[in-house]
């Protein structure tokens, strides 16, 4: 196949937009498409044009004999907006409600272009960061983790409240959960991240701040150090958390079970957007 | 901004690769550029061209007042072949054996390019099939269920081992293991998965076949049809596997604890795909 500049173009921006926070040898496409350096070159001007017009993200040059192009997902802050928008519409239906006021979010968690879109967004957030793996919890961070780190094109490290002779090796660490004060445990894999990793952490709902403070102790036990934590949802009205470092796309408040009702905010997410940039 | 043709492309096949197997409205592009349908169905006759050609999806168009078009991510043979067999490559590495003779894998699940690449390719093998849930079970499956659900844009359904309070109703079925003999349980949360859906179950590994069997129970109880079983690893020498209608990519045989050995094969996918195309 000869390509032309169109056609070219279409290759190029598809597999860039499927291969984020890769560095990309500018000789990949040169041979795909046996043109002269400078074509792709004017190409890849384009691209990086649109991407940046259109709040797609960065292309990033890298120069030298190892060098190539990096496609870097940042999102707009007007987009950033919108997918909040989006996020809350959906979390503030009053089914949600369960017994005991916990609110259920799998379909949430199972939603695959939501999943992907607060992936954007938070990889936008920690775009300045360094980040060696994203961390988080069984069951139902994963979702969520795998999202974000496909687009920081990272590895997930899964935490689980279960040793299974599938991990291996394992490190473990006692907490105390906040809401049931029960002392409960969590395991790693060693082989799962490496000693020294900077790593971001990510979960789905963030109450007292339990979970979170034991995962900070197991990152002790590997040395690595928590450039972030970041939650899809936290419960506004918790006094004493044990943790105030994070982000959150929404906050909950005023669950009231008897009248099937709760007030959803917008988190801090954006605000930190505006101040990291 | 005033778009030329390249810039739209850049545009349009972004969005497209972002947005697999969603109808998206002619109008939604013509809005876009504020440029005439003929050009953008020209645009899209680009589009369409390169991504067949180069073994990316295809674009099909939906006519009429609720029409527009949608992309099927659909790899090429060849790109199957390779996916399976850089797959294999990884999976082959000797330390991944555990006491036990179980194979580490969270590695693999943790690796988000590789998933992507697996999930276009089950996405591509049941592209003829309607599906509207992919099923999977906590823990390990979880990765892969999300890879694949991304392709084909459905929800994702995660059946637990424990019943948590953030599930709402649940509706469980006991199952025997296949290695351990024990009873145990599986639960699916009523609202996660609706009644008489077609879903397609995935998980990353298959000895015996009791939880596979445990989970065509359950979707029994949600009158569910399983319109396929793919596995990413099968092992291979087990004598009565209880479920035999299911595709893999890799078989493991003559796992050697003393030597730290064992045997990868192919398994069936490409088979499967052949017979299917």
């Known amino acids: 196949m000869k390509y032309k500049r169109s056609e070219r173009l279409v290759f190029m921006t598809q597999y860039l937009a499927t291969h984020p926070n890769r560095l990309i040898p500018l000789t990949f496409f040169v041979d795909q498409f046996n043109?002269?350096?400078?074509?792709?070159s004017e190409d890849i001007r384009?691209?990086?044009?649109?991407?940046?017009e259109d709040g797609i993200g960065t292309?990033?040059?890298?120069a030298g004999a190892g060098g190539g192009i990096t496609f870097h997902p940042e999102i707009s802050r007007a987009r950033a907006a919108d997918i909040v928008t989006s996020f809350k519409e959906v979390l503030e239906k009053?089914?949600?409600?369960l017994p005991g006021g916990y609110l259920y979010m799998s379909d949430i968690m199972g939603n695959p272009s939501l999943m992907d879109s607060i992936g954007e967004l938070i990889a936008t957030m920690y775009k300045n960061e360094q980040i060696d793996a994203v961390v988080t919890i069984a069951t139902k961070g994963i979702s969520l983790a795998n999202a974000v780190a496909r687009k920081l094109n990272a590895p997930v490290a899964i935490i689980r409240k279960d040793n299974k002779v599938t991990e291996g090796s394992t490190v473990s660490v006692n907490y105390v959960s906040g809401s049931t004060r029960k002392i409960e445990t969590m395991v790693l894999s060693k082989r799962t991240l490496q000693e020294g990793s900077s790593v971001l952490v990510v979960d789905d709902f963030l109450r007292a701040g339990g979970?979170?403070?034991?995962v900070m102790n197991l990152m002790e036990e590997f040395n690595a150090r928590v450039v972030g934590v970041s939650v899809l949802v936290e419960a506004k009205e918790v006094a004493n958390r044990r943790f105030r470092d994070y982000t959150s796309l929404l906050k909950v408040s005023k669950i009231d079970e008897y009248n099937q009702s709760?007030?959803?905010?917008?988190?801090n997410c954006l605000e930190y957007i505006d101040n990291n940039n």
């Not at 384009?46 to 940046?52: A, C, L």
């Open 46 to 52: 384009i691209i990086k044009h649109v991407f940046e």
């Open 35 to 40: 043109q002269a350096k400078s074509s792709i």
């Open 211 to 214: 979970s979170i403070s034991g």
């Open 94 to 97: 009053s089914d949600r409600l």
């Open 59 to 62: 292309i990033r040059t890298t």
């Open 262 to 267: 709760f007030v959803v905010e917008e988190g």
